[in-house]
């Protein structure tokens, strides 16, 4: 094994690599079943994926559960809580887990950000309980900034790590100001004396103390959580979301994370060059980062969600310049080594099917849709990729479990047939109701069975 690669990696074709990915993620070699039982259920399961990812029928719908928070809520456990001491989120999903596990076919695991790190850090790209929102809110919440000035292309062109480290990073995590003082580690060349100096002042001391307080709070977290909690695969629950990797599309890590939605807009029109400068060099890091993963050899999926490809957030003629083009680059550089993307797009994707039924291998693609009209992507999409979503997490959240069943049948009905579909919610539903999750299952049960 070369990297947990085999060693012919770089000559086996993309079809002979997805293939290996896909057979290790069925008889996984570094998961300890608790019973004969958990993995035969778990192999049943695994299957169901893995025949909807390759267009074919199952036995049944497969179902990625939109459980949310619900394990904490049902146990009294805020997110704040959760956060902080993951020991009481872990016994919340012990005890969901007892009660559900096996009606929903679904294995709760914690999976709330490491708050105290978080907070000795500084975080400002997102808010959460207790740091920038009330103690007692129910989620995080992003902060939309101008992370990267107009006038600092200019700079990200130069040098994006350079940008990234003294830059970026402290406008994002207060707790590294200090690294604003570091010299370019360009400049570290020979004899670094004057260079060094850097590392005396107070401010860089003080952040990298921070760096080690975070760091040694995270090692404790993850310690309690791998004595504490074996993963649903253990009990015979598959997650592909947890075989894989999370990034996102060029266009959208300029326009989220550096330039903001605003100034990207304006940049569509004012400084289109700059732009597509800055995609281009976004699209090969994030290529670059995702393939150097150190867990990429055990990944069957790479997600992406798609915030602002979305309809009506700019014209088709400016999809097609400045966000598909890239994401493609991406998407066929990840298909190349045998990963399957998965492609969340929110809100609706109407106006883009026909552009993103783009020549890719059978297979090598999941489209979660949110509001997309499900009929149309089955008839344009379904014959060659798997299609997931479209029930309203609105309904999951407020409905009838009436209601539900009826959203769920009908998705059954339009996409069903052939396979390639996998039920799911149309975006997370962070409070979904316990009675409209057992009508989902109950209507997979009732309806989703292929004959």
């Not at 001391?205 to 695969?233: C, F, H, V, Y």
């Not at 939605?261 to 281009?280: E, H, Y």
């Not at 798997?386 to 059954?412: D, F, H, W, Y």
Request: contains cysteine.
């Amino acid at each position: 094994m070369m990297n947990g690669y085999p060693a012919d990696w770089a000559q086996r074709t993309p079809a002979q690599k997805r293939e290996y990915r896909l057979n290790r993620f069925l008889n996984p070699t570094n998961v300890k079943f608790v019973s004969p039982e958990a993995e035969k259920a778990y192999k049943i399961r695994a299957q169901r994926y893995v025949d909807a990812f390759n267009v074919k029928e199952p036995d049944r719908v497969p179902v990625n559960l939109p459980v949310g928070e619900l394990p904490n809520i049902l146990h009294g456990v805020s997110m704040h809580t959760a956060m902080y001491d993951i020991e009481k989120a872990i016994g919340a999903c012990r005890e969901f887990n007892k009660k559900y596990s096996d009606e929903l076919e679904y294995f709760a695991m914690p999976f709330t950000a490491p708050g105290k790190a978080m907070e000795i850090l500084d975080y400002r790209l997102y808010a959460f309980p207790g740091h920038g929102l009330s103690i007692d809110a129910p989620n995080y919440q992003f902060v939309e900034g101008e992370y990267m000035k107009l006038e600092e292309y200019e700079d990200f062109f130069r040098d994006p790590s350079d940008f990234w480290l003294r830059t970026y990073l402290p406008r994002v995590f207060s707790a590294l100001e200090g690294f604003r003082h570091l010299p370019p580690l360009t400049d570290i060349i020979e004899i670094p004396t004057g260079q060094l100096m850097a590392l005396a002042r107070p401010e860089v001391l003080e952040t990298l103390q921070k760096m080690i307080d975070a760091g040694k709070d995270l090692q404790k977290r993850n310690a309690i959580m791998a004595q504490s909690m074996d993963p649903g695969a253990a009990h015979g629950f598959p997650s592909w979301l947890g075989m894989g990797v999370l990034n996102f599309a060029p266009f959208d890590a300029i326009g989220d994370t550096l330039r903001g939605t605003k100034s990207i807009m304006m940049d569509m029109f004012r400084n289109g060059d700059k732009l597509l400068k800055a995609v281009d060099i976004m699209t090969d890091i994030i290529i670059h980062s995702i393939l150097h993963n150190p867990m990429i050899h055990e990944a069957v999926t790479v997600g992406f969600p798609l915030h602002k490809g979305a309809d009506g957030w700019m014209s088709p003629q400016q999809y097609e310049k400045f966000y598909w083009p890239s994401l493609k680059k991406v998407m066929d550089a990840l298909i190349n080594e045998g990963l399957i993307c998965m492609m969340f797009a929110e809100g609706s994707y109407n106006t883009r099917l026909e552009t993103v039924k783009d020549d890719f291998p059978k297979g090598s693609v999941i489209w979660w849709f949110d509001q997309t009209d499900m009929a149309l992507a089955k008839k344009i999409l379904g014959d060659k990729f798997a299609i997931q979503g479209n029930v309203p997490s609105s309904l999951m959240v407020t409905g009838s479990p009436e209601e539900v069943k009826a959203c769920c049948r009908k998705l059954i009905e339009t996409c069903g047939e052939g396979g390639g579909y996998i039920m799911a919610a149309g975006c997370i539903a962070e409070n979904p109701k316990l009675e409209n999750l057992l009508a989902m299952m109950a209507t997979i049960r009732e309806y989703g069975v292929y004959r």
